[in-house]
């Protein structure tokens, strides 16, 4: 791993408005010394069709899976639809699991965060999510959690972040995700 962390982002939602871009852009600019996040739109992963795959990934899937090989870890940035996670997200960590030996997010270090309108902030969209890693065996970040609740209220019409407190405990996320990263380097985890 270079000094510098090269993290991929990528937000389960395809709507330009959405909130959980939005946040992504702000982890973007909010990021850490030694921290870049690129980000991969989903807008260009089909759904999974194992028959499809079985004749080479489409050049959006290679791309995708690519460009989290490539990464020192990922954040995925996960609304909630009726209490889990979201097919668009479901299906971009599917393409990601595959092959299973060989598999882009094997071993990959992953950080969770995710925001809604609602009061519990993607929470069960997140936990779910979770769950997907134990397969994956991919190292997720457990703590610092970043829920961002009632979002709409904390981004302008831009779809900037406004909210100052939202703002500080995504500093704080992002640096806890990049001692994380360089923790799961240094076992000899990562790939
Ligand atoms: C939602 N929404 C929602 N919110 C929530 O907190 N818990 C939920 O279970 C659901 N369920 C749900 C289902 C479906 C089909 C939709 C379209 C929406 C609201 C959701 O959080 C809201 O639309 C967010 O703005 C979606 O994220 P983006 O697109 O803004 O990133």
């Known amino acids: 791993m270079a000094d ?6 990528f937000a389960g939602s395809l709507r330009q408005g959405s909130l959980n871009r939005a946040l992504l852009r702000a982890a973007q600019a909010l990021a850490p010394e030694g921290m870049a996040i690129a980000v991969f739109d989903l807008r260009a992963v089909p ?7 079985a004749e080479g990934d489409p050049e959006g899937v290679a791309a995708f899976k ?3 090989a490539e990464a020192d870890g990922v954040i995925m940035v996960t609304p909630e639809y009726n209490h ?5 997200m479901k299906n971009a960590v599917d393409w990601a699991s595959r092959p299973p030996r060989g598999a882009p997010l094997d071993g990959k ?6 925001a809604s309108p609602g009061m519990t902030g993607s929470a069960r969209g997140q936990s779910q999510l979770r769950q997907a890693f134990e397969f994956t065996n991919s190292p997720c970040m457990a703590q610092p ?29 992002l640096e806890a995700f990049a001692a994380f990263v360089r923790r799961q380097a240094a076992a000899g985890v990562a790939s």
């Open 109 to 114: 270090p992953v950080g969770l965060i995710g």
């Open 66 to 68: 690519r460009a989290i």
């Open 4 to 9: 510098r962390l090269n993290i991929l982002g």
């Open 47 to 53: 759904l999974y069709d194992g028959d499809v795959e």
């Open 84 to 88: 889990g996670v979201p097919g668009v």
């Open 145 to 173: 959690e970043l829920l961002v609740a009632r979002a709409h209220e904390k981004f302008d019409a831009e779809g900037r972040l406004t909210d100052e407190t939202t703002a500080k405990y995504l500093v704080r996320w």
